[in-house]
């Protein structure tokens, strides 16, 4: 299996072959819509996409860690972590497509 990444050219691609709007409008679009996530996110706002997923920022608290190298702890700070929660129909769609194979 092939490690592949869908780019941000590519995504503006499917717009413009999708929606019908000029490369340039498609571009403009696609970076509009992720800059709206973007800002919701930092907002600490749920960003969700019916039957997609949602986009959730959850706050870690302050840990021990351990250096594997020496095993001496470390204290962890806290901090923001970005989640993605699959929707019921993406784990759906996931699971057949590795059941075709």
Known sequence: MANRTITRAQLSEAV?????????ESAVLLEA???????????????????????????????????????EEVPILPRKVLVFRPSQVMKSRINESDSSR
């Open 33 to 71: 819509v992720l800059n709206y996530m973007s800002e919701a996110l930092v907002r600490e706002e749920t960003v969700k996409i019916s039957s997609f997923g949602s986009f959730s920022v959850r706050k870690k608290g302050q840990r021990i860690g351990r250096n594997p190298k020496t095993g």
């Open 16 to 24: 413009y072959q999708e929606v019908g709007l000029s490369r340039n």
